[in-house]
């Protein structure tokens, strides 16, 4: 008797396992993951393989063949939410589409995570000098808004008029007879 309890919990068992597999936004590459000092080590060795990056956006522009955005690389949280920290950036990356994409749609400021393949490197000038950006062709973009973020929930702290153990703001208000 006692060695016939986990029958019925098997079921239940496997169904949160197989919860707990289930993917998120599309944003995972398979395989091993590309980090962004490997690709700015040696960005045409990993040509066309999958990558996942994320930053701040810096600037977005419209060229004739492509859409090109500038951004601040970022560590990716595991949710593959960049980390707010600037100070932790490894260096800069060039992101393209050659679809249309508005630039007034992610301005400069935008958090966002780019999956897509890498395409080698483009010698920009930054300030006064040139800087060699890896670039990563967009295949999905996720922007991440400050509505995002989970709220904050402050305790109660102040007076209150029902200072009983039975009066409290926490409390239904019965009467100490019921």
Do not use: H, N
């Amino acid at each position: 008797m006692l060695t016939r309890w986990w029958i019925p919990t098997l079921p239940v068992v496997l169904l949160i396992a197989s919860g707990c597999a289930t993917t998120g936004d599309g944003l995972e590459s398979p395989g091993p993951r590309l980090t962004y000092a490997q690709v700015k080590a040696a960005p045409e060795m990993y040509r066309g393989q999958p990558i996942t990056l994320g930053g701040k956006i810096l600037s977005a522009k419209r060229l004739k063949e492509e859409t090109r955005i500038e951004i601040l690389q970022l560590p990716l949280a595991s949710s593959q939410k960049p980390t707010m920290d600037l100070s932790t950036s490894q260096g800069r990356f060039v992101a393209t589409k050659k679809e249309f994409l508005d630039p007034a749609t992610i301005p400069a400021g935008t958090f966002v995570t780019i999956t897509g393949e890498a395409a080698g490197s483009v010698v920009l000038p930054l300030d006064e000098t040139d800087y060699a950006y890896p670039v990563v062709e967009i295949k999905t973009m996720r922007v991440w808004s400050k509505e995002e973020e989970p709220p904050r929930i402050r305790p109660y702290i102040g007076p209150s008029p029902y200072w009983g153990p039975y009066w409290s703001p926490y409390w239904r208000p019965w009467p100490y007879y019921w």
